[in-house]
């Protein structure tokens, strides 16, 4: 990969990323035309006349955080896929498969249908996030418990905590508040709507994090793509390299599904996408990830709000129906 395609791939996706993004704080259940977007835009930077009314407010107050969020979301759960893809040497891993979606959706419906917002609005965020990090540290301690730290164990322990946490989520269901029933379908498939400057600081953390994880152990990744006895022959401490990648990788995601709900599949198609275009060193690798999740996010939230309109789908349902096709082109190619 030369510095000059990579800065090509890098410098076309940041355009495409910002037309994608204007034209998601353009288009909606009441359209904006571009214009005004780019102008109110301008105001806000100090750069234009000052502008107020329901138009500014909506792209303001509403959609700038939501594009913000998708931004942070997107690019989060990628590079953790592109992390957990390496650490378990699963071309099908991703966020989701270690029960991390399972606890923070039990979290979150906990408070819909039991609990109510005792917290005000950051009820739903906390019991999320508390959720994502109790499932990641039981996969952990079952980890721990064993002899031997290969990556199908922890798949195994992932995916025993996401039916625990799910039967769990299935009985609050229907033992709870049944007039909830849809709030719990719209957070359990994905969402955006809990975006706002507020809350906005709890994704970037998420984001920050995965990113900061794969850049700073980008050597020992590197050498475990060569295989575990290659890696140990390096000096890098598998064991040790996975459970420490795992726990980043969990708090990461938990800040992430806290505010966004589950949205699957993110995580296991852009990495292979971004490895695709730029190869498999970490370097490059998780930043074009995080580029081309932030892409993918804001794409599907834009069509989730348009394809129905008014009526606004859950951004987890256009990510799934992508993520169904990428695994059965993946499966026939191979």
Partial sequence: MTVGRLALIWTAGSVLLLVLSIAGVAFGSTPIATGDVIG??????????????????IVIDLRLPRIGLAIAVGSGLAVVGALLQTTTRNDLADPFLFGLSSGAAAGAVSVITVFGDRLGVWTLPIAAFAGALLSAFTVLALMMRQEGRGPERLVIAGLAVSFLFGALTTWMVFAGDQRAAYSVLFWTAGGLGLAGWGN?????????????????????LDALLGGEETATSLGVDVGRLRLLVFGLAALSTAALVALSGVIGFVGLMVPHIARALVGVRHGPLVLTSALFGAMLLVASDLLSRVILAPQELPVGIITSAAGALFVLAIVLRR
């Fill in 40 to 57: 109110v835009l301008w105001s806000a930077i100090g750069l234009g006349d000052q502008t107020s009314g329901p138009v500014a407010r």
């Fill in 200 to 220: 906005l600081p709890l994704a970037l953390f998420g984001t920050a994090l995965a990113l900061a994880t794969g850049l700073c152990l980008r050597d020992r």
